[in-house]
């Protein structure tokens, strides 16, 4: 159920709101943090997978003996150790699975789609003797035309990952199948009366580059299979329990029979809620009766997991000569990859999301073609929409002779504005992030020489949804906190301080925990911004039935009735007609008589968290544009991000700065490059540049804390919506500079020198 | 209370009528009364939608209750990264 709102009004906060020193901190930094590639176990093989050379072809036949007699080699598999899976789409629209799919992404069947698509896989008794035995397996390819970029992969002639596949969400349906999935349409208004009443329209179109989520740590899974049938993973993802649906589907187990640890996480963004080595590694244990480890290299990374989409957009909106915003088209073409399911449905609900546009259109079109499937990136979907919309409103803005966050503030979105998808937005937020940075010394600082200065704005959803968590008193009075939930932005902190913030104890008393799948009920995914929200009000459900617990604890010692004592301060304090009667018994002297009172000391709950507030962020971005390389520099950057509460305040000031980083990445420099076979030219870090320190200058956050009620302590979530307006805020920052409008991201050196020497004015 | 359907695939089970005026106490209710109307649909509510009570983004649950005079928006689930 969901969880009873705690009155925030007079509540004194002491631990909420601090920056204690945080748990995984020590291990991480002295090497002693177990992440997927450090575990280990006797008898373990090391696995490795063979993957396509082409970036289209059917596959004919695949001979594997050579491999399989190999000295050393345990198990080879291909798609045929794996069951057929129906082809239906199961779950909500926006992150639908289809196993038909999902098979075959994670094993190709009749074609390979993308350069990497994995294709057999080898257990062995070495690394080296697993690799050997992938140059042994013979695989008959017959090469296919391929088609990577969205709009080619639009064309009627263009080749087809999929000979019958017919574009969903078009009534009635297309007679001939296309690499279009899907088409997605939102409306609001009359588009054309709100347009007809405009007295400037501008209207632009975008590209914008696939991009990585760029997280350091590779994907790894060690599996071993118990003679029962029984399978073990030890695995670093966002969401253990999602990679054990998954697993025990794709190879036709019963989930009860698998069981997943969660390992350390060394970075995920979205890109590690969906499986690729965990299915493989467990099918070579099954098959070899052996732990059997895979690990992912970089260029496996980038070549076999999912990027967020390249997309293709056209932006329209129309205005008042007062500013008021009337109308507003958007087109969202969307690469989802080898697979059907990019985040373009997100991008047609995120882009118009902060204004109040009483006529709107947003329009999807989710495309494959011959590249690795889509995964979840940071508020998938929302900033590559965001890019599109918020170099657009900077564009009206200049057109109507408005100040760009004046003009944003005049047509903010509060409580009661409707969204395109239909409800009215049910909370404040976004009007207070535009005020944060317009009262930030960074908005009137004076620019110099061939520099500008942008600044855009973001909507992010946010998340509930279901968690669970475990309270346990030990003997000594401290406290382990267990949750599902993996922890890759902070989580552990955030729940010791909400548990001892409602115990009234010490932060250093409460030792939070990340359980395996069989010691904690179901928890959905670290994503979507929800996990300090929805496992949050798990944890302090508990909290709240441990204390009713404790109180009864203390008036059987005081021989009271449990309703004559009240929990305040980390103590039970007789209450009623019994106030005063006894001294304040703090949570240790009532868990050292935990066995005369009836035993251990503990909860859990479980919750289906609802209510999540979503998330409003404005940034400003100054920049200095080097007009004889093209080279753009960061001069400084603002965010401001409506976070509801901060739990713990620096780790949420990370996740502002980590998220404009990455937006910095995705604007200027981040983009996969393939040549004419479709092959990826760039996949590792030396060639795929992502921002580094150097690149940087402190990112400057600005906390804005508009509580939202649903939550004990105000959480709306922190880790998503501020890489939302970053590319926006670069771009209309390079505008301002040298008076060119970039639409093709990345605004590399050579585009920026291109556009300088164009002439063309933005 | 007004409830409207989001989802493009409601529409398969409604013939593409998506606003309906209903009066009910929790959402179990609401979900129960259009299932009747359209047999079928309120497993895909219940499996494939998140709802808008009054603007809160909630999962599809039984419990929610519902005031009269609000209204319900089953809308695509939203996930994130």
Partial sequence: ?762 | MRVVLISSHSGHYTGGVKEFEIEAQTLHDVIRVLNQRYPGLGEHLEEETSVAIDGEIHEVAYYHPVRPGCEIYFIPKIEGG
């Fill in chain 1, 1 to 762: 159920m969901d969880a009873k709102v705690i009155k925030q009004e007079g509540q004194t906060l002491k631990i909420v709101g601090t920056s204690p020193v945080r748990p995984d901190g020590t291990p991480k930094v002295t090497g002693l943090a177990r992440y997927g590639a450090d575990f280990a176990l006797p008898g373990m093989l090391w696995g490795a997978i063979l993957r396509s050379p082409h970036a289209h072809a059917r596959i004919r036949a695949i001979d594997t003996s050579k491999a399989r007699a190999l000295p050393g080699v345990k198990a080879v598999i291909t798609a045929e150790d794996f069951p057929e899976q129906k082809f239906e789409f199961v779950g909500p629209e926006r992150v639908a699975v289809n196993f038909w799919h999902m098979t075959r992404n994670v094993m190709a069947r009749e074609k390979v789609l993308y350069e990497g698509h994995a294709v057999a896989a080898v257990a062995a008794t070495s690394k080296a003797i697993a690799e050997e035995a992938l140059r042994l397996i013979e695989v008959d390819y017959e090469p296919l035309p391929h088609v990577i970029d969205v709009d080619a992969a639009m064309q009627p002639d263009a080749p087809l990952l999929f000979e019958d596949m017919i574009t969903r969400g078009i009534d009635p349906p297309p007679g001939k199948p296309s690499n279009i999935a899907k088409r997605i349409e939102f409306n609001i208004g009359d588009l054309d009366a709100g347009f007809a009443a405009a007295d400037e329209i501008v209207e632009m179109s975008f590209k914008t580059a696939p991009v990585h989520q760029g997280y350091i740590e590779p994907h790894a899974c060690l599996a071993r299979f118990d003679s029962n049938g029984q399978g073990e993973l030890w695995s670093a993802s966002q969401g253990h329990f999602v990679v054990r649906a998954f697993t025990a589907r794709l190879l036709n187990m019963n989930i009860g029979d698998v069981l997943v640890h969660p390992a350390e996480i060394g970075g995920g963004f979205g890109g590690k809620t969906v499986i690729y080595v965990e299915p493989l590694a467990a099918a070579l244990s099954r098959k070899s009766g052996h732990p059997v480890k895979i690990m992912m290299s970089r260029e496996d990374v980038f070549k076999a997991t999912g990027p967020t989409s390249g997309s293709s957009m056209t932006v329209r909106i129309g205005v008042k000569k007062d500013g008021t915003l009337v109308a507003a088209d958007g087109v969202f073409k969307f690469q989802a990859g080898a697979f059907p399911g990019s985040p373009v449905m997100n991008a047609t609900m995120c882009g118009f999301a902060p204004y109040d546009i009483p006529n709107v259109r947003s329009v999807g079109y989710d495309v494959v073609s011959n590249r690795p499937k889509s995964a979840a990136y940071r508020a998938p979907g929302s900033p590559i929409s965001a890019f599109a919309v918020e170099s657009v409103m900077d564009a009206v803005a200049a057109r109507i002779g408005m100040d760009p966050l004046k003009f944003r503030l005049l047509n903010a979105c509060k409580t009661g504005t409707p969204t395109v998808w239909g409800p009215k937005h049910a909370h404040d937020g976004y009007a207070e992030t535009i005020k944060a940075v317009l009262a930030h010394p960074a908005y009137a600082a004076p620019l110099g020489k061939n520099q500008g200065r942008g600044v855009a704005s973001g909507f992010w959803f946010n998340n509930g949804g279901e968690s669970s968590a475990t309270v346990h008193v030990n003997e000594d009075g401290t406290v382990v906190v267990a949750t599902g939930s993996m922890d890759i932005g902070g989580s552990r902190a955030s729940m010791a301080i909400m548990a001892a913030e409602t115990l009234g104890i010490e932060y250093d008393d409460v030792r939070a925990i990340v359980a395996d799948t069989a010691s904690i009920g179901y928890t959905h995914v670290t994503g979507g911004s929800r996990v300090t929200f929805a496992t949050g009000i798990a944890v302090v459900e508990a909290c709240k039935k441990v204390i009713v617990e404790l109180c009864a604890r203390a008036a059987m010692i005081w021989k009271l009735e449990p309703g004559e004592v009240v929990w305040e301060n980390g103590c039970a304090k007789p209450a009623g007609a019994a106030a005063g009667k006894f001294e304040p018994m703090p949570l240790k002297a009532v868990a050292a008589k935990r066995a005369l009172t009836g035993g251990p000391i503990g909860a859990e709950a479980s919750v289906n968290a609802g209510g999540a507030a979503p998330g409003f962020a404005t940034e400003l971005c100054d920049v200095e544009v080097d007009p004889e390389t093209g080279s753009v520099k960061i001069l400084r950057f603002v965010v401001a991000q409506d976070v509801g509460r901060a739990i713990h305040r620096s780790y949420v000031e990370g996740q502002l700065e980590g998220g404009v980083v990455q937006g910095i990445g995705w604007a200027l420099n981040e983009a996969y490059i393939y040549d004419d076979a479709g092959h990826l030219l760039n996949a590792g870090f030396l060639d795929y540049r992502i921002p580094v320190a150097s690149d940087l200058p402190m990112i400057e956050t600005v906390l804005v804390e508009v509580p939202n009620p649903n939550h004990p302590y105000g959480v709306k979530g922190a880790g998503e919506v501020n890489i939302v307006p970053a590319m926006a805020a670069v771009a209309n920052a390079i505008n301002n500079a040298i008076s060119r409008r970039l639409t093709d991201l990345p605004m590399s050196p050579p585009k920026v020198l291109a556009a300088i020497h164009s002439g063309r004015k933005g």
